[in-house]
């Protein structure tokens, strides 16, 4: 009867903690999931913003693929992903090296996360100001004899993206080294100590130890970079090329601003790119899991 009576009680609390979080959960699923649905619906449709939507169907996916620059935004996309991978590693140096408290490691630790915390249009327009055709980088390249090098930086497709590249990768450090170092909090420190008693080089600590010890919290990274990438550099872009020369470092998510600003209004060309970044952001995530839960397999 007692057992009984603690079941019963715990029934009560549990659907007591349900019933008492519901509104705040059908609140944030309304918040999430309305304006994904909505976007997809309108993606089908010409709406205008006001009062126009018709239903056209699959007209504004065909406009999309033929009649536009999609494959060089997905080119531009694909491109500014590479700084994932650049990201993930910089900052996992970054993080051994301050987990182990090498010298100076208080003030590194305290500078690292600094760019975090600085307006994403201030970055931007600092590196705009450094890689124009005036602008300390060329200034300094022609000081030291490199006058071939400099040149317009924000005014050819290689060199824009790269300045990009450059701008992400750099500002994402701080973010990586303080979620690896997170993981790495779980790590005991007699297993570095075993490991430096054993003769192991920083290299080899850092991809025989740590990497298989905080595999979870590298696709962590991973994943919130790569979804960061594709949907959350608008700032930027807009502040560094605006998407210039021409299209040349315009992304999805950039093209979804300037459809929703344009003359004429295409909010269902806009509904519609936003739906194509939502599958291709889809489409990267679950093929990283896999590829993060076969890993844990092997290891």
Excluded: H
């Amino acid at each position: 009867m007692t057992t009984q009576r603690i079941t019963a009680r715990r029934r009560f609390k549990l659907s007591e903690g349900i019933l008492s979080i519901l509104p705040v959960l059908v609140l944030l699923a309304f918040m999430r999931f309305y304006p994904m649905l909505a976007a997809i619906y309108r993606s089908f449709t010409n709406w205008d913003g006001l009062y126009r939507s018709d239903w056209i169907g699959l007209a504004n996916y065909v406009q999309i693929f033929v009649n536009s620059p999609f494959f060089k935004l997905l080119r531009n996309s694909l491109v500014l992903l590479t700084t994932v991978p650049l990201q993930v590693m910089i900052g996992l140096l970054v993080a051994v090296l301050l987990y182990e408290e090498v010298r100076g490691w208080r003030f590194f630790r305290t500078i690292i996360y600094l760019p975090q915390i600085i307006s994403a249009v201030t970055i931007g327009y600092l590196f705009r100001v450094a890689f124009s055709l005036d602008g300390p980088v060329n200034l300094s390249l022609r000081r030291i004899g490199l006058d071939l090098l400099a040149g317009e930086w924000l005014g050819n497709t290689g060199t824009a993206l790269f300045v990009l590249v450059f701008c992400l990768t750099w500002f994402s450090i701080g973010w990586q080294a303080i979620v690896i170092l997170g993981g790495m909090a779980k790590i005991s420190p007699e297993v570095f100590e075993a490991a430096r008693m054993d003769g192991a080089s920083y290299w080899q600590r850092t991809f025989y130890v740590v990497i298989p010890m905080i595999s979870r919290t590298l696709e962590y990274a991973v994943i919130m970079s790569m979804v960061w990438t594709l949907t959350s550099v608008f700032a930027f872009i807009y502040s560094i090329t605006a998407g210039g020369p021409g299209y040349e470092t315009t992304t999805i998510d950039f093209m979804i601003y300037r459809k929703f600003y344009q003359a004429g209004a295409p909010y269902g060309s806009a509904s519609a790119f936003a739906v194509i970044l939502l599958a291709i952001i889809l489409i990267f995530t679950v093929v990283e899991m896999r590829v993060a839960n076969k890993a844990s397999e092997w290891e």
